[in-house]
């Protein structure tokens, strides 16, 4: 007894947590800034980038976590709600007369923040009518994960099919203002919507932790993720926790398609699909089926993608988010948060 | 009056039949052991109760009511709660969060039934924020009860709730199931260590190959020379 105690002092007091591995990654960051190793502005950059990166991957990771499988679909999210929200903005409210654009110092406008909330409720119900349709079925029939992501895989590719036969294949212009950026020292200049993205990244990050932590449905959620026959036989009703998870899952995958929409100022019916990779990399690098750890995982991609471009070509940026992948899976494969059990 | 009545029910994993036409039944607050060898179909029978697996034949009554066909979180609802083997907390989960999540179907604030089924888990009472899985096996043990506990329960299964237990932690498992019984809890117990178990029983059943082959009340099968010999390790 006495040992077990030892034992779990001795944990404890080594055990890390979120706050630690990020102030310990902002402590290394800022040091390199400093000795003029690499830009700080890329490093903002990185950021907001790590911030759209974030919000998808929390639920990535929250449908792993209860449904124990990769949902490929999950870039096509993103794409969709990009979309919606580009109709939206450019046909009902250019109709009635809404400005899209300039809304204070940002490049979009106040329309947008009403579309947000709209788009969010659209995708959530379209994820859990996939559910319904789809991917309950074969969970039913007793299918295992990997026919299930491949079959997830098949809904990536008909949702981009169906964005490509309604806006068409070309580039989309995002409506957008240009505004000044933000001077900071450091030769550090900041676009005022990173700052809008990362403001909705922390509120929504912040509201999925109250929601886990303090709700009786976060709660159910997590033992979900836990234990599901357990959660069964608890008496959790584990099918209105799959709803749940769907909800936010594609709610979150929403707003960062919205993000990702006006941070690169325009829309590709394959941006959500060739999102996938770092979004897996955030996942995996954090530990599959954690928030938290997606969160972290989601700002070192995002990071060392943008601070990357400082000495090779952008264009390979997506290697990097492959590199990490590659190298936490042959070092830790649980993940920085997870467990081995 | 039984309050679960198994009747000839036969069940498995998915075209394997384990359990062959087993029956057996559990009075109001009555504790019930199921003794018998590995792979005798015990935790199936368990698991079949509870509606983890089906039934293809029979029927499984709970206060009048045939409970094979229902979901199992409908079961647990109707009064049974069910602790299985292994696995049987949220190791993510705190100790006070495990125990709310037994009462998920229970609206309102359980915190006044936390504190009530802490009574009968001293050690657990100061760790409430520790969570489950820094817990140690005997400590998990009492959680797993603890929990099943949550929702007042007429019915409690427990699957060889010693298994991997410290001698001393077994004694205290046991004190803590004939504490629990003595409240007017019924259990039905699948035990490895079946001498301590038929001990504090009422009446049991010996299970092998899928069957029923004895019943009977506790201090008898102890004394069954046959049952010593095939069942608790030879020993007269």
Known sequence: MKQTENTKSFWNLIKLTPVHYVLLVALVIIILSLLSVIKLELVINGLVMGSIIAMASMGLTLVYGNLKFAHMAHGDFMTLSAYIVLFILTVPFHYIGMRSTGLGPFTFGYPLLIAIPFVVLVTASIAIGLDRIIYRRLRNRG???????????????????????????????????????????????????????????????????????????????????????????TGINTELVIRWTWALSGGFAAIAGVLLAVFQAQLLPSMGWSFLIPLFAAVILGGIGNPYGAVIGAMIVGISGEVSTQWINPTYKPVIAFAILIIMLLLRPQGILGTRD | MNLLNVKNTSSGYGDTEILHGVSLNVGEGELVTVIGPNGSGKSTLMKTVVGILRSTTGQIIFRDKDISVIPTEIIVRNGISYVPQANNVFPSLSITENLEMGAFIKS???????????????????????????????????????????????????????????????????????????????????EQNAREALKISNRAYVLAAGQNQLEGNGEDLLNDPEVARLYLGGQE
């Open chain 1, 143 to 233: 299918s295992n994960s990997v026919i299930l992501a491949m079959c997830s895989l098949g809904v990536a590719i008909a949702g981009r099919g169906i964005v490509q036969t309604i806006w068409g294949g070309d580039i989309e212009q995002f409506p957008r203002l240009s505004k000044l950026y933000y001077q900071l020292p450091m030769d550090v200049r900041i676009p005022p919507d990173a700052i809008f993205i990362a403001g909705v990244v922390l509120i929504s990050t912040f509201s999925l932790h109250l929601f886990l932590t303090r709700t009786k449905m976060g709660k159910a959620m997590r033992a979900t993720a836990d234990n599901t026959e357990l959660a069964k036989v």
């Open chain 2, 108 to 190: 309102g604030n359980p915190s006044k039934r936390i504190s009530e089924v802490l009574e009968l888990f001293p050690d657990l009472v100061d760790r409430g924020k520790d969570k489950a899985k820094y817990l140690s096996g005997g400590q998990r043990q009492m959680l797993a009860l603890a929990r099943a506990l949550m929702l007042d329960p007429s019915l409690l299964l427990l699957d060889e709730p010693t298994a991997g237990l410290a001698p001393m932690m077994i004694n205290a498992v046991f004190e803590k199931i004939q504490l629990i019984n003595s409240s007017g809890v019924a259990i039905l117990l699948i």
